[in-house]
DNA sequence: GCAAAAGTGTTGTGTATACACCCATGT
DNA sequence: ACATGGGTGTATACACAACACTTTTGC
């Protein structure tokens, strides 16, 4: 760090966030569409400037709750993107962050400024503003690489939740299939899983056994690894 | 990204570098001593201040080429630190850089701004200034993290070295020892050595095969991984 | 009773680990 | 010849991958 703090002019900064949601099905990402230039009406990942008074989490959780509605999220920084002409306007680093949600928990909703907050399927996203596809992939990649080293899957789903539901999450993630029996041997054993006794009834075949995560068991484990 | 440009106050952005250097022997790291407040004549990683018309990496290069005399070394970002009261004139972020270099291709010379520029053990770090003493230990177990996944260790050794340097250089960055000839089985079926059929001659010993890496074959490997 | 998903073990294969002696060189 | 580090192979344990059938439930 430089000694003179001479005024040097600064940039702007920017909190922005991949918010991921996963509806049983698909992994998607939250996206809302802008009312004003640049890039009117296009589609850009939740942000916004980060005030003097707030941390780079404030500023995402602030974000987030008027932007989007949502509240209280798992969040992780990913990485800070600074191209010189990454904004038209003038320069604006974006300090990006990462977040899971599961988005039956919450109802999004498009602040001010935005027409629209929507969750797009990781394979159908639209045109991006700024570089947030590049972001977007920054982010996907490294829920790739985390989801095997750390439990962090379970942000995505109900608090209870079945071995293959479990398992799907995994294979939506990692874009490829898993053993079924090798899967439940492997998660099982990492002892982070809670069988709760109850199952899952209505079900139109065997009721699946319902799980929780056991935060308690990860605490201080050094040997989660999947794969 | 917030629609709106109004003109909010900015923060101060600063790039601080964690150089690792290595010397055959212990793992340091290198700092500089400040002349002037904040924490005058304390140590701090070399960093400075963003210029409008620099992206990252080129005010990282600037600043180890100014401060202590680097030029075009491996770097990559480790983090960004914004912590509220981490400077205490007034706002300003670091986004913080790692980098390894092998000391004996350099001179280290402290700029205008240093009284000194010299390389510490990280074993013996001194008291330090802002809060580079936590962004040291991030660098630390990104490295440790790195290293057994990319071959990025070679950046801290002569063009060519031995294994058993080889060896001693990840013993050292991973705290921990490792096994001879497992090590030897293993990083020679990576592929990414090349046996440049020299000797080290004039060691008071046998003497050992001289290796360097090879780039190529390491280009589009996707399973690199030791241990 | 049929369809649909849940649940369950074993075996082979490959990878990681542990371990000790001879070799080449300089003094 | 001796001291120093260089260089090499095997046996065992463990982890990973492949694989198919029975059970439960709703309709």
Redesign the interface.
């Given at each position: 760090?430089?000694?003179?703090?001479h005024n040097?002019?600064?940039?702007?900064?920017?909190v922005?966030c991949v918010v991921f949601g996963y509806d049983g099905t698909t992994l998607s990402v939250l996206l809302i569409q802008?009312?004003?230039a640049p890039f009117e009406s296009m589609w850009?990942?939740p942000?916004?400037?980060?005030?003097?008074?707030?941390?780079?989490e404030t500023t995402a959780n602030r974000i987030l709750a008027t932007k989007a509605g949502l509240q209280g999220i798992f969040l992780e920084?990913l990485?800070?993107f600074?191209?010189?002409e990454r904004?038209p306007?003038?320069?604006?680093?974006?300090?990006a962050y990462f977040a899971l949600v599961n988005p039956s928990n919450y109802q999004v909703v498009a602040g001010d400024?935005?027409h629209e907050a929507k969750w797009f399927p990781l394979s159908e996203l639209p045109a991006l503003?700024?570089d947030?596809q590049e972001v977007i992939q920054v982010a996907q990649q490294r829920l790739k690489a985390k989801v095997i080293y750390q439990p962090i899957g379970f942000e995505l789903l109900d608090e209870q939740f079945t071995l293959t539901e479990l398992q799907h999450l995994y294979e939506t993630i990692l874009e490829q299939s898993i053993d079924k029996r090798n899967f439940r041997k492997k998660i099982l054993e990492t002892g982070v899983l809670k069988n709760t006794g109850l199952k899952r009834t209505g079900v139109k075949n065997r009721a699946p056994e319902l799980y929780e995560f056991n935060k308690e068991a990860y605490q201080g484990k050094v040997n989660f690894s999947l794969f």
């Open positions: 760090m430089s000694n003179d703090l040097y002019p600064t940039p702007s900064v920017t922005d802008r009312k004003e850009t990942i942000g916004g400037f980060l005030w003097m008074e707030e941390t780079f920084q990485y800070t600074g191209a010189i904004d306007r003038k320069r604006v680093l974006s300090v400024a935005a503003g700024f947030h």
